[in-house]
Nanobody
């Protein structure tokens, strides 16, 4: 059974950095796009960043230039390096992966909390 296992969340002061990791376990077949979304209290879930299987990345406007997404296809893992963190980056961060052959499915992790405060 495919699962997305996230790690790396925590608390950090403004201006600090964190690195999130997400491993797809369960012998997934053909992982397409992988990405990170976040949801802050009282707000809807939003795209943070995504990366295609060949490494093309895209970012949400609020994180562009501060966050960097990458993936290790051999380890079925996606990373999110978050620098210059701001209080408004506080949210639960969810890993997402599009997995499958001719018919693919979206899979989600359980989320990891990132708190940015002084």
């Amino acid at each position: 059974q495919v699962q997305l296992v996230e790690s790396g969340g925590g608390s950090v002061q403004p201006g600090g950095s964190l690195r999130l990791s997400c491993e797809v376990t369960g012998d997934p077949f053909n992982i397409h796009d992988m990405g990170w979304y976040r949801q802050a209290p009282g707000k809807s879930r939003e795209l943070v960043a995504s990366v295609s299987s060949d490494g093309r990345a895209m970012y949400g406007d609020s994180v562009r230039g501060r966050f960097s997404i990458s993936r290790d296809n051999a380890k079925n893992t996606v990373f999110l390096q978050m620098n210059s963190l701001k209080p408004e980056d506080t949210a639960v961060y969810y890993c997402n992966a599009d997995i499958g052959g001719s018919v693919s499915m979206d899979f989600w992790g359980n989320g990891t909390l990132v708190t940015v405060s002084a």
